[in-house]
């Protein structure tokens, strides 16, 4: 393995390039796989049930981190609120594009979803006090452009429900995103984690009852939302663990693949078309979205936060 390989982060972690970036290919790919099983679910399978067996599964593996890699105080938080508020916008982000994913084509929701990016420097001078310069600022009015674009009425095959949904879930993930930041100061992320997947289940668990959502039965249906929760949970890991191994800033950009990955399973599996208003639009995003992620490294090195 060669010296590029092998490095020490600004936080004095050990960096493994080959490794974190294949684990990170992992991850994108899994997380791709899990929206398609979603989508081919959602027609039999209602969003709470989908998502109460998401949240379940995935416990047993980060409650098994959180107890290795913190013992008794596996469970301990310093900062309930803001935890509360991590717990509420992520859950209702995932919710949004589960829900989306019944109402529109998999691969417009996973472009949508990687507006995240221009949410959070949106929002970042509002929630954190952070100053955002002309440039990014510029840059996340071209990317809204090309999401404009991506939304033309004139393509059609959506609903107004679906694209609100659609821009809902990376709005809220952008909404837990800057909650992150404050918790990562004060709260290990693998009890974050369990209490997030933990508070998940039980709530969606409320809802399907209240709602009166019937369980499957089928022993495919069975088995798919199986796949969904136990999938999502080596997910999650491979995203906690390819940032133990190689810098965000790196990994950030790799996760963009998931939109060329989202639009071949969509054509793929669900035979759905491939638009210039797609092509367009994707492009305008992910690089508006890559040039935001450049400046704020660059601020980063150079100190002028």
């Not at 796949?227 to 491979?238: C, D, E, H, M, P």
């Not at 399973?265 to 994707?282: D, K």
């Not at 508006?288 to 704020?296: A, V």
């Amino acid at each position: 393995m060669s010296g590029d390989s092998n490095m020490r982060t600004g936080d004095g972690g050990l960096t493994n390039l080959p490794l974190g970036v294949s684990v990170a290919l992992g991850e994108i790919t899994v997380m791709v796989v899990v929206s398609a099983l979603v989508k081919l679910v959602s027609d039999d399978i209602a969003t709470t049930t989908i998502l109460l067996f998401r949240y379940a599964l995935c416990l047993p593996l980060l409650l098994a981190t959180a107890v290795w890699q913190r013992g008794r105080s596996a469970l301990s938080i310093t900062k309930p609120r803001t935890l509360s508020l991590r717990i509420a916008t992520g859950l209702i982000s995932l919710a949004c594009f589960y829900a989306a994913l019944d109402l529109m084509p998999l691969s417009l929701v996973t472009v949508l979803f990687q507006t995240l990016t221009l949410f959070v420097t949106l929002l970042a001078p509002m929630m954190l006090g952070e100053r955002v310069g002309w440039r990014r600022w510029t840059a996340v009015i071209v990317g809204f452009g090309g999401t404009m674009l991506l939304l033309n009425p004139a393509a059609g095959g959506w609903t107004l429900t679906g694209i609100l949904l659609g821009l809902g879930s990376p709005f809220f993930g952008a909404l837990m995103m800057i909650t992150l930041r404050r918790l990562g100061r004060h709260d290990s992320p693998a009890t974050t984690a369990v209490w997030h997947n933990g508070m998940g289940a039980i709530i969606f668990a409320v809802i399907m009852i209240a709602v009166g959502a019937p369980l499957p039965t089928g022993r495919a249906d069975m088995a798919l939302l199986i796949a969904i929760g136990v999938l999502s949970s080596f997910q999650q890991f491979g995203l906690a663990f390819s940032h133990k191994l190689v810098p965000a800033s790196i990994l950030a950009p790799l996760h963009y693949l998931s939109i060329p990955m989202g639009i071949g399973a969509g054509i793929m599996l669900f035979g759905e078309a491939l638009t210039l208003e797609i092509i367009v639009g994707s492009a305008i995003i992910i690089a508006s979205s890559i040039f935001i992620l450049r400046r704020e490294r660059q601020l980063r090195e150079a100190g002028q936060r």
